[in-house]
């Protein structure tokens, strides 16, 4: 008996330490299974290494514009920067674009946008092989503060985006980039598009330009086809310290000069190229010529706003030369001199909407300078205003040229107090002591048409003084109607060897034009010659 209660306590004992034992490994295993399955959790919801902004942030920028800043960058300017394009700008997504990423992926697009790129990685470095097409000049190196020279950075910029087909080389906005003389030269990829968004400016004036750079020209491009210069930017030419020197007509009684180097720079120029569009530019204060397109082709220029003070020299606001199929619509252009002037070799020019004033008008010429041949045909100036300009619409050619000026129509102008609203001057001379020459450029097949408003009492409503050898043949004169824009004393208008005719009655009346044509045109074969 004693035996077997001994067995069944020895029975019970190893019992209880089997049920230990078994609680102790059964409670080590579910804890490490805990930590465990913590752990893996904590890998699951780890954030991402850029959180996104939330959308209640108003200074967040939005996804899906290509031009918002990488919060990665090093050269972002601190969000309190306004760098979002505005509205109007061209490069956000088209909803319509079946390309266009998903709506669940980005912020609603703005809805005037039309010009839709892929949006710029965070890692992109702007090099050549930009998949984007987006290139950044600040990605190459140029830092905008106004001061550095970023002509380096614009250069590489170029060169790269001239490599790929439609590609935006963009100047972004916030910013102020100071460029050297520099040309940027084709032929590249069809589609450019230089996006100017930011402000471009050269430097202050002559004796900081460099020695070894052109003083004639700042930006040019050169051989280029397919380009579009476009955007809502600003381009200062800084031209106050050009203006002021000495050989410049002082602000003086007199406007008296003085000898000296006088070059100064135009500020665009377009050279040798084709298939342009330049729109939405603000261009201002430039030394010499805001724009000039020389040996173009097929040129689209729209809403262009170009300023400088009325006694800046020399600052045409568009000059055009050896260029034909040119577009120039809804612009505004104040200045100290031509808001649009046509040289030779031009043809089949369109002028529509623009608004000029104050400076010297619209002009064909000067023409026939140092002895030189020239000509211009089809061109067409209409729907415009001309307002306190020392001219209106002008044909001026010197003594001694030869060519023709024909088939000049100028339709539907307003002339707010213009001192000459209507003028053709053969005998244009810049001093006192042109001598008289024979030979002259040619004018013919002029015609004027609903031309109204106010003229400036200093000088007569229309002035016709044209070659006494070449006499100006076939002006045209319709619904004309201009009144002085002080008192009520109406001035005559002027003809010298001028021959046309009236198609309805004109304000003032015109009564100096003579009928006919000339015998001397057909006795002169090689008269008009072009």
Partial sequence: MEHSRVSIFIFCMSFVCFFLSTQARWHHHHTKHKHHTHHHKISEISAPPFPAPEPSDPLAPEPSSPFAPDPTDPLAPEPSTPLAPEPSSPFAPDPTDPLAPEPSTLLAPE?????????????????????????????FGAIGDGVTDDTEAFKIAWDSACQVNSAVLHVPYGFSFMIQSTIFTGSCQGGLVFQ????LIPPDGPDLWPKNNSKRQWLVFYRVNGMSLQGGGLIDGRGQKWWDLPCKPHKGINRTTLSGPCDSPIAIRFFMSSNLTVQG???KNSPQFHFRFDGCKNVHVESLHITAPALSPNTDGIHIENTNG?????????????CISIGSGCYDIDIKNLTCGPGHGISIGSLGNHNSRACVSNITVRDSVIKVSDNGVRIKTWQGGSGAVSGITFSNIHMESVRNPIIIDQFYC???DCTNQTSAVYVSDILYESIKGTYDIRSPPMHFVCSDSFPCTNITLSDIELLPSQGDIILDPFCWNAYGALETLTIPPVSCLIEGIPRSIFDNKDMGYC
């Fill in 326 to 338: 040119v577009e120039i619509y809804n612009s505004v252009i104040s200045n100290g001199d031509d």
């Fill in 430 to 432: 810049l001093t006192k």
């Fill in 281 to 283: 530019l603000k261009v």
């Fill in 111 to 139: 809805p005037s946008s039309s010009f839709a790129p892929e949006p710029s990685s965070p890692s992109d470095d702007g090099n050549a092989n930009n998949s984007t097409g987006v290139f950044d000049v600040r990605k």
């Fill in 196 to 199: 100017v968004d930011g402000t």
